[in-house]
């Protein structure tokens, strides 16, 4: 073993760079390059920035304490009673509170609309409404947008938990930018203790999730404001005539504000913490769900972006394009790496695979370690999160690639999101036959 091992190395050392980049091409040209190299150079540039970015922030939020916009809180949800009280409790700690609190029950089984009723009696919920037939997320955001009266609008779920500055920063970049339609706050995982599960992912929400966004906000080209923690600006909502039916309807609203123009931010410092799924069977469940929304919105609703038409935008070209080629497009050539290796260097598997983690993991320490200087909120300290970065390779190289490559097939080919229980069957068989 010994022996093999130093004739591997002589190998990699004999061969010069040239063959090891031939070898080890996916993770030089993709990961390392696209998601180390590429998101610490914008990054850099983001710091750089960052005291005029401060000046004009604290100019946007003097206007904002000024003009103090009349902001709609929205909450739709099935069977969330129980989170509802702890909610409205924190919204009265906010610093910004010139807002109306909206609970939209979407058709909900258990006390739900008897604890939200007695809320509202009490004063801590301004508006209860209630679709007595479940009709979907989309279905019941979009009743309680129709009857806000705010000129902001923001979106949140019912379990999650919000910094008490929380609403004032996710407006404030209304404030930074005229032409701003929505910005997505920052999400945390709340549960980083609860299982090896929930860590990872926390790690994942804040290197992948939580950088990447900086990058693609500063870049123009974000893609994705979350359900749980998004800002919308009423007027864009109106000319979009709200959400359409999902899974996946985060992403397809944000793709239909940037088609009419508008600029979509991310606000880092806008926090919001979520539970995440405990366990890896629940997570296969939600990745699956929002694995297939890119096949469904991105590969065929809104396919329009790629076309040379009078309505055509660069940026909106790059978010689609990029989304579509570092998931799918990266996820195809993944196995045809491996496939590459099996052929043309069997000899060498023993040593390729083991030296790729070696790789990998080399490089998650190293951006989790350099990304946390960007990172001005944390959930945990780093220190915590060091020894479980090995299992992200495993995490992040298999587990995930399996369940995305799964999501794909199932959806082009299937079309497997309109039989997602997390819609109505009604709900998505009406999407389906309007193709959205």
């Given amino acids: 073993m010994i022996e093999t091992l130093d004739n591997f190395f002589n190998y990699i050392t004999e061969v010069g760079p040239s063959k090891l980049v031939r070898i080890f091409w996916f993770f030089v040209f993709f990961e390392f390059a696209r998601f180390f190299i590429f998101e610490l150079a914008v990054l850099l540039v983001w710091k750089i920035r960052e005291k005029k970015r401060n000046e004009l922030y604290a100019n946007a939020r003097r206007r904002l304490f000024i003009e103090r916009p009349f902001v709609s809180i929205i909450v739709p949800g099935k069977n969330e009673g129980k989170h509802i009280f702890k909610l409205a409790s924190s919204l009265k700690e906010q610093t910004y509170q010139n807002f109306e609190f909206i609970v939209i029950d979407d058709g909900s089984d258990d006390n739900t609309e008897q604890i939200c009723k007695s809320l509202q009696k009490n004063g801590l919920i301004d508006l209860f409404l209630r679709n007595e037939v479940r009709g979907g997320k989309a279905s019941a955001a979009n009743l ?27 407006i ?6 005229e032409n701003v339609g929505a910005v997505g706050g920052n999400i945390l995982v709340r549960n980083y203790k609860e299982s090896l599960c929930a860590t ?50 985060d992403g397809d609203i944000t793709v239909k504000l940037r088609k009419l123009g508008y600029l979509i931010k991310f ?26 929304s890119i096949i469904r919105f991105r590969v065929r609703k809104h396919k329009d972006v790629f076309y040379p038409n009078a309505t055509f935008r660069f940026s909106n070209f790059v978010s689609s394009f990029e989304n579509i080629t570092y998931n799918l497009v990266l996820n195809i050539k993944w196995w045809i790496y491996l496939v590459d290796m099996v052929v043309n260097y069997t000899s060498l598997l023993g040593f390729i695979f083991p030296f790729n983690i070696l790789l990998y993991t080399t490089n998650n320490f190293l951006k989790f ?22 299992c992200m390779v495993f995490y992040f190289g298999f587990y995930l690639r399996f369940v995305r490559s799964i999501a794909y097939v199932q959806e082009f080919f299937f079309k497997k999101s309109y039989e997602d229980s997390w819609n109505p069957s009604k709900s998505s068989q009406q999407a389906k036959e309007l193709g959205i």
């Fill in 144 to 170: 309680g947008y129709r009857f806000s009266k705010g000129s902001i609008i923001i979106h949140i779920d019912a379990d999650c938990s919000y910094d008490n500055d929380a609403i004032e920063k996710i």
């Fill in 172 to 177: 404030i970049p209304f404030y930074l930018e």
């Fill in 200 to 249: 990872l992912q926390a790690i994942e929400y804040s290197d992948t999730i939580s950088v990447g966004r900086i990058t693609s906000s500063s870049l123009g080209i974000y893609r994705l404001v979350s359900g749980a923690f998004g800002a919308f600006k009423k007027e864009a909502l109106d000319r979009v005539g709200g959400w359409d039916i999902g899974p996946g309807l």
């Fill in 267 to 292: 606000e880092p410092d806008a926090v919001c913490q979520t539970s995440v799924p405990n366990t890896f069977k629940k997570l296969v469940k939600q990745r699956l769900r929002w694995d297939k």
């Fill in 369 to 390: 370690l350099i990304f946390s200087l960007f990172r001005n909120r944390k959930n945990a300290p780093v220190y915590y999160f060091l020894p479980y970065l090995p």
